[in-house]
């Protein structure tokens, strides 16, 4: 029975490529000279630190830019309100990876309601979908990323 999987995943040694990209050029960039304007990478959070929170929305900026040149997509991140205190301001993004349960829920409804002959079945931070027929499966596909979702759906491990 053909199935394959939709997973939500984001390439780790992409993101810390980007990150160093950004460092990089914050640092040499005549605006963020007297800022002391970085970003650091740590388990999937991204916090950047700035004198004042236009520099925030400057290498938000930045580091959007990067992202998206190295083919993260923008959907998953988790952009956290800027916190001022005192001299620095500093500002958390989280990289969101995984079908949470809800928008599981969500996927499988939709699926259901297109009426093809498929079963999906949650699966931890993934969704796998299996059919008799592979044009069916390939219909589920195009579905899916029709779909207006808040993640990005990779769709992987296809087997017949």
């Known amino acids: 029975m053909p199935t394959f999987d939709v997973i939500s995943e984001v390439n780790q040694q992409e ?30 959070v991204v916090t950047m630190r700035a004198a004042g929170e236009f520099h925030l929305k400057a290498m938000l900026d930045v580091l959007q830019s990067k992202l998206v040149k190295r083919g993260v997509d923008l959907k998953c991140l988790s952009i956290a309100a800027p916190a001022v205190t005192g001299k620095e301001a500093r500002q958390a993004i989280t990289l969101r990876q995984g079908i949470d349960a809800p928008l599981a829920r969500q996927l499988v409804k939709m699926v259901k309601d297109s009426k093809l002959k498929v079963q999906a079945s949650i699966q931890e931070n993934k969704l796998r979908i299996s059919g008799k027929k592979r044009d069916d499966l390939q219909a589920v596909i195009a579905l899916l990323r029709e779909a207006k979702v808040d993640m990005p759906l990779q769709f992987d491990n296809m087997r017949d």
Do not use: H, M, P
């Not at 000279?33 to 388990?43: I, S, T």
């Open 15 to 44: 993101v810390t490529n980007a990150v160093d990209q950004a460092n990089r050029e914050v640092g040499t960039r005549f605006d963020f000279k007297e800022a002391g304007a970085r970003y650091e990478l740590d388990k999937g």
